[in-house]
Every structure is written in structure tokens, then in C-alpha cells.
């Protein structure tokens, strides 16, 4: 399971942000072992306008688990990635690209094989980062059907005048809890 969990580290990158804008108001500063972020209601982002980070969220969580759970082919999934990615990001993943795709269909093949699949996402609450002006960041826990559950952290910014992905990562634990604290 090592591949999946840097999977998306590996298609969408690590980058430094620029933009600004969350439905919520609330900043992360900085990030200890302890993180506890507040739960969002992602069915409330559904009814949101589709330009926005949580819509993003939704729609590139979607895509991750058809990709994980070989709903879609290696290769579809990666054009859907580039279609939420930033000018930065694309250039990176371009220059990737066989790479990038051979790793899709590796981790699918290995999720697959073990029988287990990509079962439901939680997310926290849109958060702008206090330490890059405009960062928008959304945590984010992949709960398996076997039980197992990996940690994001997805940062996103407007490019354009639409929101794209700048980074979506691997993260250390952290925990979601309905009306948790932000530190």
C-alpha cells in the first residue's frame, strides 16, 4: 500500500500556493502532532456554487476512487487529474506522464488485487493557511473497505478565476471531529 499513499503525492505535486477564498473563515497556523480540524458536512458543499474549493474537493475525490477502484482507465484518470490541476502542476505532470500513469494502474492493480477499494472520504472544514497568503487547504481521510484509512492535506488556489489543485499530499494523522478546533 506504500505506492498509494504517494500516488496523488506523486500525480498532483508539492508546490507552494497563491490565491485566496473559503466558504470558511477559519486559519491553520502551525501544524503539530495533535491536529485536531473540524468536521465538514460535505453534503452542505454540494449545494455550493461549482466554483469553489469544496466542489473541487468532491469532484477530484470522486475521481480518485474510480481511479483506485479501476472504475476508470489509467489513462482517463490522468487526463481528469490535468483537468483540475494548475498551469505549475500540469507542466510537472506532463513531463511525468508514462511514469504517471503506470502508477495509476500499479496502485489500481494492488488495491484491486487485495480486495479493498476506496469505500468513503471525509474532509475537514475549508481552511486558509496563515502561512502563504491566499493558501487554501482542505484535510482530507480515505477510508478503505478493509478498515485502513490514509491522510491528505489538498491545497488549492484560483488561477484564472477558477479554483484549481496546486498539491494534494500524503499527511500524518490528524483527527476530524464536528465542531474540533482549528490550531
Keep these: 500500500m506504500k505506492k498509494m499513499r504517494i500516488l496523488f503525492y506523486i500525480c498532483i505535486g508539492s508546490f507552494i500556493l497563491y490565491g485566496s477564498g473559503c466558504t470558511s473563515n477559519k486559519v491553520l497556523g502551525e501544524i503539530d502532532a495533535a491536529l485536531q480540524l473540524e468536521l465538514a458536512d460535505h453534503k452542505v458543499w454540494e449545494s455550493l456554487d461549482e466554483n469553489t474549493p469544496e466542489q473541487l474537493a468532491l469532484k477530484s475525490s470522486s475521481v480518485y476512487k474510480e481511479m483506485m477502484n479501476g472504475e476508470l482507465t489509467p489513462e482517463d484518470s490522468f487526463e481528469k487529474m490535468r483537468e483540475m490541476a494548475t498551469e ?55 477510508n478503505m473497505k478493509s478498515g485502513k484509512q490514509y491522510y491528505f492535506k489538498q491545497d488549492f488556489i484560483e488561477e484564472n478565476g477558477t479554483w484549481k489543485i496546486y498539491g494534494d499530499n500524503v499527511e500524518n494523522p490528524f483527527s476530524l471531529k464536528k465542531g474540533g478546533i482549528v490550531k
Design 88 to 142: 505549475q502542476t500540469l507542466q510537472s505532470m506532463s513531463e511525468q506522464e508514462l511514469s504517471l500513469i503506470n502508477s495509476i494502474r500499479v496502485t489500481s492493480e494492488q488495491i484491486q488485487g487485495e480486495n479493498d477499494a476506496v469505500e468513503s472520504f471525509d474532509y475537514s472544514i475549508c481552511i486558509e493557511d496563515s502561512e502563504y497568503e491566499g493558501r487554501v487547504t482542505i484535510y482530507r481521510i480515505q
